[in-house]
Structure formats: structure tokens, C-alpha cells
């Protein structure tokens, strides 16, 4: 077998063309050449430092032919392995320097570089067990993998640790239900008290306005109600309500229970005009408003529509106040639209009566029946919550207003009104009883599980009266997509909490 072996390592070439062709020896393609090359080169670095022994010579015999023998990849690996053997045994003849071992300790970096044989190889995930996998969601930084702490692309140095990655993942779902509280949900008191001064002072000019324009009619002093007033509110404050009450004489007007309506819902009731035949249309300073003999929430909202859009002149109180009011044309509603610098504030006027310890707003719904007017349980709620908070110094405020939170920007929960939640909140209290902060979890948990079970009925009864549901209005689509997100959720419920972060 023909073969040329220079003087130097380096120089180890190999006539192929000389060979006689068989079974045994194999021809490589044309990129071996470039190979052998670069083999020859990386031994010749290697061999620079040596002395032309007889060792050298047979170790540079043997690569120079290993190529036919082994082929490229086992000539690869037999030269790293053969210069590993030789660079032990110069250790053992020679005491190299500090600085010739770093060389040589780069050297075979680069060699291992240069021929492609370092690759990372992925260390196989451990396979996880029973108890792992019936962890508690409670605590999910327990079943995610360690490489979740470092970014893509960037590991970790222990000179500089992600310390934010750390700690999220070192939370508890207690702690990111009340940072979410603190963060996301809590409105600041500087907003709250800009948000409440604003609305007294349109509050008092369109009390004026109505009793000038309107004083036939006996309306009450307007007051605040809402979630913005008794610390409900949650993200912004942002929406607030105008309470007119209407005095309605006792002996001229008489309820009817919404079971003997025509629409037989407990919730709505209506108004009847009562003795016409002792006291005839007009003794009454409301009769202007009678529709088949029923007081008409329809036809008050419609009049009080036309006095907010067309008699207001809101550009001078929007003045006086500085801030700029604007009625809202088409709504079914009496609402108002208040820009302060950057506060964002929608006023809805609701015309209320109250007779025979029942609350009664001109909100009917939405339909051919004019006469109904719709009984509300707000105060009943607010007061409720705040009693079985103060018993037990229990955290169902904060329950609530996390869930509110998350349904106010929700593309499906923002259906879910803070009525629903709170009338949830009240019959879970019924068989919860520890609502303490350390609970939160579990009862958040268990408010999402209960909000399924009633969406997947369609029926959420009223706290104050069960014949009523409160879900009687929402279509079955949106009960549907209500469900289902919420469902998807009860498993993962942070994930509730980080879609709205995400945002």
C-alpha cells in the first residue's frame, strides 16, 4: 500500500488514486479532503512541541492511514484519543508551566470545537410520580420545571440571579391572590375621594336644575349609591349612581308582587294607581306618567331623558366644576359622561320609590312591558357583607373584589355583575365558615367551582328571595361562554389572575 509520511506530522498525506480498489477500502467524497486537511493541521499544532521520536513517528503513521481503516469519523475519534494517551505520557516526562497547561487545556477545547464531537446533549427530564402529580394547585411553583426561572437563550449566573423570576416562583397562591388585591384591584384613596367630590358637585347642580325646572313634581334629595360609596369598587374609580327618589303618595299607589304580573318574575314589580274613582287623574302630581292605569317607569326615564340631553346646559356646569359632561344620546339608561384631566367618570341617574320596606327602580327589563319596575337588593347585600365580615374578621370583601376585578375586563366574565358575585359570596357563606385571610385560597377556589355549578343550571337564586334568578336576563350564548371559562379555570385559577396581568 502506497503512502507518503513527510518529515513533519503535518505533512501525512495518502495517495488514494494509487490504491487498488476493493470491498474493504472506501472511497471518500470530496469533503474528506478538506477533512484531512484540517486533521493535519490540528496535529501538526498539537506536534509542535514534541520532539521527533519513535513514538511520534508511529502515532503519525497511524493517522495518516486510519482514515482508510476507520473511516473519517473513527480517525476523529482515534486521534483525539491518541493525542489524550500522548499528552499524559509528556506529563509524566515533563513539568509544563502554568502558563503552557492553560494552552494546552485550550488547545484541546478548540480540537474538541473544530471537529464538531462537543455537542450539549439535553439531560432527559425526571419522570415525575404519583404524589407529584396529585400535588395541590395550591401551590403550583411545585410542579414547574427549574429552567421556568431563566429566560430563553439566557441561564442564570450565580454572580446575578433572577430574582424576580425567583420569587414568582416561590409564591404562594395566597400571596398572588393578595398582591393581585393590592396591585391590580385596590383603587388609590386620592383617586377614590376625586372620584366621589366630582360626582357630589353634579350631583347638587342637577338637583337644582330638576326641582327648577320640575317643581310640581316631588323628588327627594339625590344621593350617591354604588360601589364607589361603601368601598366596593374596584381598578378605577370610574362609575357611580345617581339615586332620585320619587315620593309617591300611600293612599293614591299600591304594589303588585311580581308573582301576579303579567311577566310572573318576583323581581319586577309594578305601581298601580289605586281610589281614581274618590281621586280622579290629576291628584296625583305622577299621574302625567300612568300607562293603563300603572305608573310607568318607561315613560319617567323617557322625560328625564329628554330634560338631561336637551335642558341641561352642561357645558357651564362642566365649566364651573372643570370638567366637560355629556349626556349619552342612545342608551336605554340615564347616563352621563364625565372627563376630569385624566379621570374617566359615567354617572347613571336611577329614579327609585320605596313602599312597604321594598326598593324599586325605574330599570325594567328589556322588552314590551313598560309599567315593571325592577327590585333591588344592593343595599340588603352591602349591609349583609359587612355584618358577616365584622363577626368573623373575615376576608369576604376581599374574596369579592378580587373576582371583580378579574370580570371587569374579562371578554367573557364581564357579564358576571358585582350583584351575581356577591349573592354567590352570600350562600357560600352559608356553608363556609372560615373566611379567614389564610383561607382565601380555598375560597376563592371554592367561588369559582360555585359560579360553574350555577351557570351550568342557569339559575342563580336571589340570597334575599330563592324564587328569583338572577341570571334571568343573560342569553344562554353568554351563560355558555361564561361557563366554560370559568370551568377552564377552576383547575388553574392563577391563571385568572395572570391573564388580566398580562393585559
Known amino acids: 500500500m502506497p503512502s507518503t509520511v513527510g518529515p513533519q506530522l503535518g505533512q501525512a498525506t495518502v495517495t488514494i488514486s494509487e490504491l ?57 475519534v482515534l486521534a483525539i484519543a491518541t493525542l489524550v494517551v500522548k499528552r499524559l505520557i509528556d506529563r509524566a516526562t515533563s513539568s509544563p508551566d502554568e502558563d503552557d497547561t492553560k494552552a494546552e487545556q485550550k488547545s484541546i477545547k478548540e480540537s474538541w470545537q473544530d471537529l464538531s464531537l462537543i455537542k450539549a446533549v439535553p439531560k432527559p427530564p425526571k419522570k415525575q410520580s404519583r404524589a407529584d402529580l396529585s400535588e395541590s394547585l395550591l401551590s403550583p411553583s411545585a410542579t414547574l420545571p427549574a429552567q421556568a426561572a431563566e429566560p430563553c437563550g439566557r441561564p442564570t449566573s450565580p454572580e446575578t440571579p433572577q430574582v424576580e423570576s425567583r420569587t414568582l416562583l416561590c409564591l404562594t397562591f395566597q400571596e398572588k391572590l393578595l398582591s393581585y388585591y393590592r396591585n391590580h384591584v385596590t383603587i388609590p384613596e386620592t383617586e377614590v375621594a376625586l372620584g366621589k367630590q366630582l360626582a357630589k358637585d353634579i350631583c347638587i347642580e342637577l338637583q337644582s336644575f330638576l326641582q327648577n325646572k320640575c317643581p310640581e313634581l316631588p323628588f327627594g334629595s339625590m344621593f350617591l349609591s354604588g360601589s364607589l360609596c361603601d368601598d366596593l369598587q374596584v381598578v378605577a374609580a370610574d362609575h357611580v349612581c345617581f339615586m332620585l327618589p320619587l315620593v309617591l303618595e300611600n293612599t293614591l299607589w299600591s304594589l303588585i308582587p311580581g308573582e301576579d304580573t303579567i311577566v310572573k318574575d318576583p323581581q319586577f314589580w309594578m305601581i298601580r294607581r289605586t281610589d281614581m274613582g274618590y281621586f280622579p287623574r290629576g291628584s296625583s302630581p305622577w299621574d302625567k306618567f300612568i300607562v293603563g292605569g300603572y305608573l310607568s317607569s318607561n315613560v319617567i326615564n323617557e322625560a328625564l331623558h329628554k ?197
Open 307 to 503: 330634560m338631561l340631553v336637551a335642558s341641561v346646559n352642561w357645558p357651564a356646569i362642566g365649566s364651573m366644576l372643570e370638567c366637560l359632561i355629556r349626556p349619552v344620546m342612545a342608551s336605554e339608561e340615564l347616563k352621563l359622561e364625565v372627563t376630569h384631566y385624566e379621570t374617566q367618570l359615567n354617572i347613571t341617574l336611577c329614579p327609585v320609590t320605596e313602599a312597604g320596606g321594598k326598593v324599586l327602580l325605574a330599570k325594567p327589563p328589556k322588552g314590551l312591558v313598560e309599567n315593571l319596575w325592577r327590585q333591588s337588593f344592593y343595599r340588603s347585600e352591602v349591609s349583609k357583607l359587612k355584618d358577616l365580615d365584622a363577626a368573623d374578621s373575615g376576608a369576604r370583601r376581599c374574596c369579592l373584589k378580587i373576582l371583580k376585578g378579574i370580570c371587569k375586563n374579562h371578554p367573557f366574565l364581564s357579564k358576571l355583575t358585582g350583584s351575581h358575585l356577591t349573592h354567590v359570596l352570600l350562600h357560600l357563606s352559608e356553608t363556609e365558615s372560615d373566611w379567614a385571610e389564610e383561607a382565601l385560597p380555598a375560597r376563592f377556589q371554592h367561588m369559582l367551582e360555585a359560579l360553574v355549578g350555577y351557570l351550568e343550571t342557569g339559575f342563580l337564586p336571589c340570597y334575599f328571595n330563592s324564587q328569583i334568578n338572577l341570571f334571568c336576563e343573560l342569553l344562554e350564548e353568554e351563560i355558555d361562554e361564561m361557563g366554560y371559562a370559568l370551568y377552564s379555570a377552576v383547575s388553574q385559577p392563577d391563571l385568572l389572575l395572570q391573564e388580566h396581568v398580562d393585559k
Open 20 to 76: 487498488p480498489k476493493s470491498q474493504d477500502i472506501r472511497e471518500d467524497p470530496e469533503p474528506t479532503k478538506l477533512h484531512r486537511l484540517n486533521m493535519a493541521d490540528l496535529v501538526h499544532k498539537r506536534g509542535k512541541r514534541r520532539d521527533d521520536n519513535g513514538l511520534g513517528g508511529a502515532v503519525d503513521f497511524l493517522l495518516a492511514n486510519a482514515r482508510l481503516v476507520l473511516g473519517v469519523g473513527g480517525a476523529a
